[in-house]
């Protein structure tokens, strides 16, 4: 079992910044960020592969976000940059099921944290 809670939200003006964070419980190689947005499907944002020290990203955030992993602490952080009024949303933190292929994914991913809302404007 893997506990997830994020943190790090808010309000912010496009152009601006946000880091947010992502503490576990129990830990998984794959884990990922996701986010939705009101009356959209939850997409992936991108996600960290433990180990292999892989990072992926969706291509709307590629050059803006940063995934980073703290595995002694068990923390997932996601660096937002540049931020657009388009990346408004409620941001979660996943992690997968051993043996799961890493990916974008929804369904991929087992654990779920609350989630934290960003909320961009023009």
């Known amino acids: 079992q893997v506990h997830l809670v994020e943190s790090g939200g808010g309000s912010v003006q496009a152009g601006g910044s946000l880091r947010l964070s992502c503490a576990a419980v129990g830990s998984r190689s794959c884990m990922g960020w996701f986010r939705q947005a009101p009356g959209k499907e939850r997409e992936g944002v991108g996600y960290?592969?433990?180990?292999?020290?892989?990072?992926y990203y969706a291509d709307f955030v590629k050059g803006r976000f940063t995934i980073s992993r703290d595995q002694a602490k068990n923390m997932l952080y996601l660096q937002m940059n540049s931020l657009k009024p388009e990346d408004t949303a409620m941001y979660y933190c996943a992690a997968a099921q051993v043996g799961t292929q890493c990916g974008l994914e929804p369904g991929r991913f087992l654990f779920w944290g609350q989630g934290t809302q960003v909320s961009v404007s023009a």
């Open positions: 960290h592969v433990g180990g292999d020290e892989i990072t």
